[in-house]
């Protein structure tokens, strides 16, 4: 198949309409598969209606079947139109953080959705992107978008349209490019169907920004504790991971060298993955630099890129620093400790 580019200038064009959105609409409104950005990552969107579209995406992400796939409208209607009543704190939640990378789960209508969507759940994940082009999309395909994040099942989430099509080209019909994402990592889902929200994924929206709107949450305990079923599907599937094993390690800046030595002395070639402000503290093969520990959101913006930068270079092992779990910060540790396939060494 071959993958049709659009590219659009979030700011230029608005004032155009976005005339390069048309075609990949009508695409999606004949249940073909498109990617596009979205303040968080790159989505891969479907008609949520449209059995045939979301098998599509299933298919060329390789995603399994029992993951459900966050549903992205545009306009309350459309939220209206797949959710029966929504609750006071959700409603409360979608006036302060709408659009925006926050996705509900609410009780899905029955019979409006592909069953698919919702893995055959009685709930629907569902959220409003605070990007231009993917309202404008959305609005302009006149149907809910079914979109995963647009990369490979298991791999590193997109942040470019390079980073979708390296994954992707060839398998959908076409990427609107709209330069890199935002906020980098995806959106925080917070369970709504139970009295007391429960957060299921950390993500761009701080347990502490919703807490500071309607008091406080829980978390899924499986965000802490390996050994618990997440509720959410798709917490519990391998993620985010680099070609080359990656490990986390948390202690001090010696102690990082010495791991790092020990690995040189196995004969490996060893990256290290640290903030702007260590940068000069490590001797290693290669050095990749994550962010800004002052800036936490600067780290979340370049999470995946960083992690896909290992695959061009030729390294057996890579070495991570750990970051602080507050604000965004939980979001970043929960990628990373996926993306380590739960690797950490630390010190005593
Ligand atoms: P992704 O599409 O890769 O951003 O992942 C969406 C995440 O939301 C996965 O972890 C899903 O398991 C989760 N999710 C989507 N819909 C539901 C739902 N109805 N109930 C619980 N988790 C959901
Ligand atoms: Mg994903």
Redesign the pocket.
């Known amino acids: 198949m071959e993958t049709n580019l659009w590219i659009v200038d979030k700011s230029v064009d608005k004032k155009k309409g976005y005339p390069q959105l048309i075609e990949a609409a009508h695409l999606l409104a004949e249940n073909e598969v498109v990617a596009f950005p979205t303040e968080t990552v790159y989505g891969l969107g479907g008609n949520a209606k449209s059995d045939e579209a979301v098998r599509k995406i299933f298919g060329a992400k390789g995603r399994p079947n029992d ?4 549903v992205h409208v545009a306009s309350m209607e459309q939220l209206n139109e797949i959710t029966v009543e929504i609750p006071k704190l959700a409603k409360t939640l979608i006036n302060e953080f709408w659009p925006g990378p926050l ?1 509900l ?1 609410l009780e899905k209508k029955e019979g409006v959705l592909s069953t698919s969507v ?1 893995a055959g ?1 009685r ?3 569902v959220r409003m992107p605070d990007h231009p082009v993917a309202l404008e999309l959305i609005r302009a395909s006149g149907v809910p978008i079914a ?3 647009a990369n490979t099942s298991g791999k590193p ?1 997109p942040t470019t349209a390079k980073h979708v099509s390296d994954d992707l080209n060839g398998k959908i019909a076409g990427i609107v490019d709209g330069g890199p994402t935002g906020v980098g990592v ?2 925080t ?1 917070l ?1 709504c169907t139970v009295s007391v929200p429960v957060i ?2 950390p993500g761009g929206v701080t347990k502490e920004a919703l807490e500071a709107v309607i008091g406080p949450i829980k978390e899924d305990a499986a965000l802490k504790n390996q050994a618990v079923t997440p ?5 519990k599937y391998t993620h985010y991971a680099p070609n080359a094993p990656l490990i986390l390690i948390e202690g001090s800046r010696e102690f990082f060298q010495q791991i790092v030595d020990q690995y040189k002395a196995e004969g490996k070639k060893v990256a290290v993955m640290v903030p702007e402000e260590h940068a000069d503290d490590y001797q290693s093969d290669y050095l990749v630099r994550s962010g800004s520990l002052a800036n936490l959101q600067s780290v979340a913006a370049r999470l995946y890129d960083t992690l896909r930068t290992f695959n061009d270079l030729d390294v057996d092992i890579i070495l991570a620093e750990v970051y602080p779990e507050t604000g965004i910060g939980q979001a970043i540790m929960n990628r990373l400790h996926k993306a380590a396939g739960h690797q950490l060494i630390k010190e005593k």
């Open positions: 993951n459900p796939l966050i996705t789960i919702t759940l709930t629907v994940g979109a995963p994040s989430s995806e959106s889902v369970d299921l994924r509720k959410s599907p798709g917490m």
